[in-house]
């Protein structure tokens, strides 16, 4: 590999990704689109090496039109006179800005099918009607004479609000689900946010020219923006998405590429929203859609999910998964694929490319997603109405795509892998027999700490190796494991969701595994599913009557690449659970250097020193780790839980 002195890291080209990827299936797609002349994500890295050093520090701003400026030894500040800490905070809010307004806007589409489906404007059957019941308790709705849809209606208005509200008055997600005790931790910061679209304005606002020019102010927006991102952006697309389609059960199924078959018609499902593919899967499953994929010659229709969308599909009804945002032009790559439907959020440009090349068609079906040349039927939320004959459209364009595509070049990897998903909160203490079983383990060691690995892949490294090689040792040292979004689409390729894989545990997590009948990885849903896991930590917690930054927890994101990440580790930060990255965010990298007289002196800088340092660790009592290796960064993983079950008395 080769070595980035900016980043103090090694940068894999293709080869690498050969060598120390763990799916063989990727290997082999890999090959065949390269013969086939097709570029992919891996070959559009390679061509953009070496990567700016400014971008890949930080300290290139672009939030003015004075700019760009690179801060620099040479030029230490802007020509507005911003410095480096200022201009790299100002980045990092803005990208979980970003990231926020993508969970955001999933949520805002997700609730107004709830209120759409409760005002009877929407075809939706709604399945979780007693989940409703329990929303609407805990925000303290007066449910006396709402009726049935009034519940449902005002449980949608709740959390409608949590992603839009304007001014002060309290969140009603973090009221109904935030620890009290650290509910008082972000009172003392003052950090507690109005809702997700305020506090992605207020992060807009503070990082424009002029705005803010304290660094540590910008600091404290990004706390309170997690907290936006975390109770406005992904509770309330987690839960609406329960209300409307239920809880989601554990179930046994097969996934990886293998699941794909050459002689049906193949349907990838993408992207992120849950209303038009719902409707969707209903349509293919109907008798007259069957019929027509019959008439133009296939045997069947397989649907195999990708991303978000696959994970929560998984969930919800054990459809296989095929991969994560890395693999999608992949998948196409085994000529298979007869159309793949897309919504919003991580469809990359290059997916189209390798559309193609292999005559697959690709159906856009959110209003914020246009690709040329694709179909687009979308779905718009403030027009519910035609969501039924949209779907039925989207179905039948998608099977009618089998009849027009060359089938000689069809090459499936025969890999399937045995996998099992639907870990929702409630499944998984089910599965254990409840929150105190878990804590009773934990406190003993049987479970020596949980762990959620998760988020994207990013081609800075080798393509999933960090996910599965920091989980499997996770599990060898009897961590129990949760997983959502990409990473989870790695596990389950690699087998670590088979509950066989069981045996790679130590005896004590083993048996309580066995006894449960679940994985060492639980697979809970999507990236917005991650309050599933935080749920889970706040529960065991709650059990052992301890505050969460004293526990033995840890959130793994191996393989950041998308600005939701940021989000999705600084709402793990602010409630006290730190962070394994296996690479570095773009900020100024601390590398010791030896100094004239060849002692070694301490490369930190402020930046590095708050997030890595004490600065986040006095505030909110966590702290990121950056390993890029895996065996060291599980080694770092560890010994983090260890200092925590050893300041505990619990060995
Ligand atoms: Ni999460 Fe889903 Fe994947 Fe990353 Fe994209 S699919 S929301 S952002 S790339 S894990």
């Known amino acids: 590999m080769r070595f980035n002195r900016h980043l103090n890291q090694p940068i894999p080209d ?122 609407a308790d805990r925000f303290h709705i007066d449910t006396d004479g709402l009726g049935d849809d009034g519940v449902v209606r005002a449980v949608a208005q709740a959390l409608l609000d949590d992603i839009g509200r304007m001014t002060a008055d309290p969140m009603n997600t973090l009221e109904a689900f935030a620890p009290s005790d650290r509910r008082k931790v972000w009172e003392e910061l003052d950090i507690l946010p109005r809702s997700a679209a305020y506090e992605s304005m207020e992060s807009l606002h503070m990082t424009t020219l002029g705005a803010c020019s304290d660094w540590t102010a910008l600091a404290g927006q990004e706390l309170r923006s997690a907290l936006a991102y975390c109770y406005g952006a992904l509770y309330t697309s987690s839960l ?64 195999g999910g990708m991303c978000c969308t696959g994970d929560e599909l998984l969930a919800r009804y054990g459809i296989p998964t095929v991969t994560n945002i890395m693999g999608q032009e992949l998948a196409l790559g085994t000529g298979a694929v007869d159309a793949v439907i897309v919504d919003m959020q991580c469809v990359i440009p290059g997916l189209k490319i390798v559309a193609d090349c292999f005559g697959t068609e690709i159906i856009t079906t959110s209003i914020s997603n246009r690709i040329p040349g694709a179909t687009h039927i979308p779905f718009n939320p403030e027009r519910p109405e035609t969501l039924d004959a949209d779907a039925e459209r989207v179905a039948r364009t998608a099977v009618a795509a089998f009849g027009a595509r060359d089938r000689s070049k069809i090459e499936i990897p025969e890999r399937v892998t045995t996998a099992m998903g639907g870990f929702g909160y409630e499944a998984i203490l089910g599965a254990f027999g409840g929150a105190s079983v878990l804590a009773d383990a934990v406190r003993d060691g049987r479970i020596r700490g949980v762990a959620t690995v998760v988020g994207c892949n990013t081609p800075k490294v080798a393509y999933e190796s960090a996910h599965v090689g920091i989980a499997r040792r996770l599990i060898e040292a009897g961590v129990l494991v949760t997983t959502t979004g990409c990473a989870s689409h790695a596990l389950l390729n690699a087998g670590l969701c088979d509950p066989a894989a069981a045996e790679l545990a130590p005896p004590g997590l083993r048996e309580l595994l066995e006894e449960a009948g679940v994985p060492p990885v639980l697979a809970v849903g999507g990236c917005v599913d991650n309050v599933r896991s935080l749920r889970l930590f706040i529960a065991i917690a709650g059990e052992l009557d301890r505050p969460l930054a004293e526990l033995p927890y840890l959130f793994v994101g191996a393989e950041p690449g998308n600005e939701k990440t940021v989000g999705q580790g600084a709402t793990f930060l602010v409630h006290g659970i730190s962070v394994l990255s296996g690479f570095p965010a773009q900020i100024p990298v601390a590398v010791p250097r030896i100094g004239p ?55």
């Not at 002349?37 to 520090?57: H, I, M, Y």
């Not at 990208?95 to 107004?112: D, F, K």
């Not at 006095?618 to 599980?634: F, H, W």
Request: hydrophobic share 40%; proline share 5%.
């Open 14 to 135: 293709k080869a690498d990704v050969r060598a120390l990827t763990p799916n063989p299936a990727t290997v082999q797609l890999i090959d065949r689109l390269e013969d086939a002349g097709c570029e992919t994500v891996f070959d559009r890295f390679a061509a953009q090496q070496p990567q700016c050093p400014s971008g890949l520090r930080g300290t290139c701003c672009r939030m003015c039109q004075w700019g760009p400026c690179r801060i620099s030894g040479k030029a230490p500040r802007g020509v507005c006179g911003r410095d480096m800490n200022q201009v790299v905070m100002a980045t990092i809010v803005r990208q979980l800005a970003a990231g926020m307004s993508a969970h955001a806007r999933h949520a805002h589409e997700v609730v107004l099918a709830l209120r759409a489906t409760a005002e009877g404007t929407a075809t939706i059957m709604l399945k979780g009607r007693e989940h409703a019941l329990d929303l």
């Open 240 to 303: 609406a998405t329960e209300v409307l389609y239920g809880v989601p059960t554990p179930r046994l199924t097969e996934v990886n590429y293998g699941v794909l078959k050459p002689g049906h018609v193949n349907v990838l499902l993408h992207g992120h929203s849950p209303v038009m593919v719902e409707k969707v899967i209903e349509k293919v499953r109907s008798p007259e859609i069957e019929a027509l994929a019959r008439e133009a010659g296939a045997e069947g229709i397989v649907l």
């Open 597 to 651: 007289d060849g002692e070694l002196l301490d490369g930190r800088n402020d930046i590095t020193e708050f997030f890595a340092g004490d600065g986040l660790l006095s505030l909110v009592g966590a702290k990121i780790y950056t390993e890029t290796d895996p065996a060291c960064a599980a080694q770092t993983g560890l010994m983090h839980l260890h200092r925590k079950r050893q300041a505990l008395g619990w060995g």
